[in-house]
């Protein structure tokens, strides 16, 4: 069996768990293991239950304590453990948000496991599964295998998955009540990165803009372009570190990691660091002077060409085409 983590608050979703689900749901139809999906919760009719019930997995289970209202490393550890302790899983798959970096290794140490984190992507490989992960900045990747007896504990990095891959179903659910001890913390609002205007993860389509915009003032090139998609405006990181956008619009490696079903990538040359904050993109369009620049080995289509040429004729074909 494979337990996939539901990370949410107040029963709203987190969706990096449907890239969670997808994860899965390839793992076990690879190893020929069964899916189930483990919620914590502080109510017996958990609304997200019935939600996730409708994904392709064998169950649905519903970890009920009244600790578990609000997040706590501790109580999510105690739910974990006798979850896992109950099912006896394979593996535990997890998105690698904040809150998984809180609480997973609490749990695998309790079992005397490690957890491998902030996967990219796996391949079956003899019944087992061989990891990648990015290392030096995005510049290496390492393949890593599991050794020792299960579970195994894994966690992909936001964007390695698409959650609208997640394959739909019908699922029974299962409440179990969960023993919580003592809460050792009184839990503030979640911790965040940064004062996002927008959350760059949840978009659909992203309009991006490199060194070739040239200047700030020509950022108003590529709102237009954004505005008439309905797109956001992001960028990779010389533009924010020059401070001509916000910190919280880079993509990459050391910004967010994005998936969504069409990124325009406007005068980005296509270093690695950017590259794997967008690479899971459904559509990638370049645009771009330089024909040899690395970003049309990924692009779905690439027009090699003056971007302020070709972005108002853009802007002026989308228009039309809106009628």
Not at 95 to 117: C, I, M, N, W
Not at 233 to 259: F, K, M, N, Y
């Amino acid at each position: 069996m494979i337990l996939v983590f539901i990370e949410h608050k107040n029963c709203v979703l987190n969706k990096t768990s449907l890239e969670a689900i997808t994860a899965a749901q390839s793992i076990g139809k690879d190893l020929g293991l069964k899916v189930s999906a483990v919620i914590p919760c502080d109510k017996g009719d958990c609304a997200l239950a019935q939600e996730i019930a409708g994904y392709d997995l064998e169950k649905v289970i519903v970890a009920k304590s009244d600790k578990l209202g609000i997040y706590t490393p501790d109580a999510y550890a105690d739910a974990w453990e006798q979850v896992i302790n109950a099912t006896s899983p394979q593996y535990i798959v997890m998105s690698h948000t904040y809150q998984v970096r809180d609480f997973a290794p609490k749990v695998a140490t309790r079992l005397g496991r490690e957890v491998v984190g902030d996967c990219i992507r796996y391949k079956a490989d003899g019944g087992k599964i061989v990891l990648t992960r990015r290392i030096f900045l995005g510049k290496l990747d390492a393949d890593v295998t599991i050794g020792g007896n299960a579970p195994y504990f894994v966690t992909f990095q936001s964007g390695s998955f698409r959650g609208d891959n997640a394959v739909k179903g019908s699922a029974g659910v299962e409440t179990v009540d969960v023993n919580v001890g003592d809460i050792r913390m009184t839990p503030e609002e979640p911790f965040q990165e940064a004062k996002a205007s927008v959350d760059l993860t949840k978009s659909e389509i992203i309009v991006a803009i490199g060194r070739g915009i040239k200047s700030q003032e020509n950022i108003a090139v590529a709102q237009q372009l954004a505005d008439a998609l309905g797109a956001d405006l992001a960028a990779s990181r010389p533009i924010c570190d020059s401070e001509w956008l916000p910190i919280d619009r880079q993509i990459g490696s050391s910004g967010q990691t994005v998936a969504p079903k069409l990124y325009i990538a406007l005068g980005i040359s296509g270093a690695i660091q950017h590259i794997v904050g967008m690479k899971n993109a459904g559509t990638i369009v370049a645009i771009n002077k330089d024909s040899g620049a690395p970003i049309f080995d990924i692009a779905d289509y690439g027009i090699v060409g003056d971007l302020f040429e070709a972005v108002p004729v853009l802007v002026e074909e989308i228009k039309k085409a809106k009628g």
